[in-house]
Structures are given as C-alpha cells and as structure tokens.
C-alpha cells in the first residue's frame, strides 16, 4: 500500500478542513462553480470524477471472467453480499437511523437526503480499493481480479433500476433520465475507456506499458479524489460549520453497516469452506464501496449542496481506517481457515 492509500482518512480530512475554510472565506467563488452545470452534472464534478475512475477501470481485466466456473464458492458470496444483501441493509439502517434515532436532530428533508447518499453508497460494490485489501491479505490475486470483473459487468445493469428501487421505497423521488445518464457518464464510458486503454496498452501482454500509464494516472486520480472533497465540503461549509454533529450522525450507521456486513461474510465463509486467500478478498469485495460513483450519482441526482452527497463523502472518511481494521482481523484468523 503506498502512502496516499495508508493515509487516505488523513488527506481527506485535511481536504474536508481545507474545503470548509475556502467555503467560508471565498463563497462567491464556490457559487460560481456550482453553476457550471448541463443536464444536472456539474461539468468540474464531472472532470473530477473521471479523474479518479478512469484509472481504476483500465485496472480491470475482463478477460479474467473466463475463470468464472473456478472457485465458485467466492464468487457466490460476493454476489449475494453486494446485490442481495448490502444495498437492502444499507437502506434500513438508514431508515432506521434518520427516519427514528435520529429524527430529532435532522429535519425531514435532510434526513431523506442522507439515506439518499447511504443507499448510493450500498448499491455501488468496489472496485479498485479491494485490490489493495487483497493484496494486504495475501489473496489470490488472480481470483478478486474475475470477482470485480464480473461485479463491473453486473453494476452497469443493476445499479441504476436497484437505486432507483431502494430511493423510491425510502419515498425519495429518483428522476430516471439523470439516474441513468449517471450510469453511462461514470460506469459505461469510463469502463469502455478502460477496457480500450488497456487492450492497446497491453497488446503485447508483458504489462510494462500498462504498469508505466496507471502509474502516471495514480497523481491525477487523487487530485481528482482531494478536489472533489474539498468542493464538497466548500459548497456545504455554512450547513456544517452550523450543524458539525451531522458528519457524526453519518458515520455511526455507515460504521455499523460495514463492520456487520464483514463479520457476516467471513462467518459465510467460514462456513462454506473456503480457503483464506479466496474468504478474505470476497469478504473485502462485499464490504467496501466505490465511493467516487456514489459521489457523482449523489451531486448528479440532488445537488452539490445536497445530504446525499454529504453522506457519500463521509463515506471516504470511515471506510479506510474501517477497511485496514478489518484487515488486520482478516490476517489474525488466517489459522480459522486452516
């Protein structure tokens, strides 16, 4: 893991303060940026987040999805962790937190927007972080590569009608149109540019070419990441700076989501058999989130000024510190599977 990975919740947080005090000193100038949009996607949003996707997607290999049939145990696991199981839970607890616990302390609006964001976030599976948490818990690398492979291949059919499902049961009104040109700004078109990018990179299959290009993207990737958090938090500076206790709020369903959906699958795991290096991986994939299209969804369908699209983001601040723990409980019990 390089330095930017181990100290993600650092950056971020420093990209949240960072973003809070521009928000506060220079508020004509976020307004302006805020204007800049076509079609509800605001356009420097837009670059931002290609800046962070586009990486990530010519890391996929689908040509990977030919070793579907080996080791079906994980793969299964994860399918029902990320479509059946996560997007749903992910929904309740925001209900149950924002729509009960906490109803006295956030209006209703808000509140619909925060379990917005929450269910965006549940619906989105990883897809480049999981990699990392892979490699940290000597997971057979070949095998996560066909798990996200395939995750990608389901997303660009499931995400769409499952957000726009989950949105509408919360009685959040979901305008189709922008949902899905969602879907083809930060799934479709990015993959398809992953997938050409890597194919003529690759031509010659010894990936030195491929290795030197994501290398040289990685800086823009987290300029992407660090400029989008601190646009977020510079358009939302007045409400936080007003009402702190909101990224608290946010953070204590989304810490119980993820630790109960891990702890879930590695018992799943554990009970069907599997090796270390295949459970770990697929636990991690069920887990984690690709939070950058979250984020984009949620400022494409509510605004930048929105809860949902608070919510996505604090939804980069818990997961990494989350993640790496779950790590080092994942490499603990590595004798379970024995």
């Not at 893991?1 to 990209?15: K, Y």
């Not at 997007?87 to 937190?97: D, E, H, R, V």
């Not at 996560?144 to 009685?171: E, H, K």
């Not at 000024?305 to 790590?327: F, K, Q, R, Y």
Request: proline letters at 4%.
């Amino acid at each position: 893991m390089g330095l930017f990975e181990r100290f993600l919740s650092v950056w971020v947080a420093l990209a949240i303060v960072t973003g809070l005090l521009a928000g506060s000193l220079f508020p004509d100038l976020f307004a302006t940026v805020a204007g800049l949009e076509y079609a509800h996607v605001n356009l420097v949003i837009a670059v931002l987040i290609w800046l962070m996707i586009y990486p990530m997607m010519v890391q996929v290999d689908f040509t990977s999805v030919k070793d579907v049939g080996k080791k079906p145990k994980g793969l299964v696991l994860t399918l029902i962790i990320n479509w059946l199981l996560k997007p749903f839970s992910m929904a309740f607890l925001g209900w149950l937190f924002f729509k009960g616990i906490f109803a006295e302390w956030v209006d209703p609006q808000t509140a619909g927007e925060y379990i917005a964001g929450m269910i965006l976030l549940g619906v989105a599976p990883c897809t480049a972080m999981v990699f990392v948490w892979s490699q940290l818990t000597k997971g057979d690398a070949n095998y996560t590569l066909m798990q996200v492979s395939v995750n990608d291949i389901i997303m660009i059919f499931a995400f769409a009608p499952l957000a726009a499902f989950l949105l509408g049961v919360t009685d959040i009104t979901v305008p189709w149109n922008t949902l899905l040109l969602s879907v083809v700004l930060y799934v479709v078109i990015p993959l398809v540019a992953g997938v050409i990018t890597r194919k003529v990179l690759d031509s010659k299959d010894n990936h030195q070419r491929l290795t030197q290009f994501l290398a040289t993207m990685k800086p823009w990737s987290i300029v992407g990441l660090l400029a989008t958090v601190v646009l977020l938090f510079g358009f939302q500076s007045e409400t936080i700076i007003a009402d702190p206790q909101a990224i608290v709020l946010i953070a204590i369903p989304l810490l119980i989501q993820t630790y109960g959906i891990f702890f879930l699958a590695y018992w799943l795991a554990k009970r069907m058999g599997m090796p270390h290096n295949v459970a770990a991986p697929a636990c991690m994939i069920g887990t984690s989130n690709f939070f950058e299209l979250a984020v984009a969804v949620a400022i494409s369908l509510f605004g930048l000024h929105s809860g949902a699209a608070l919510a996505t983001v604090v939804g980069v601040l818990v997961e990494v510190p989350v993640m790496l723990s779950l790590v080092g409980f994942a490499n603990r019990t590595r004798h379970w599977f024995d």
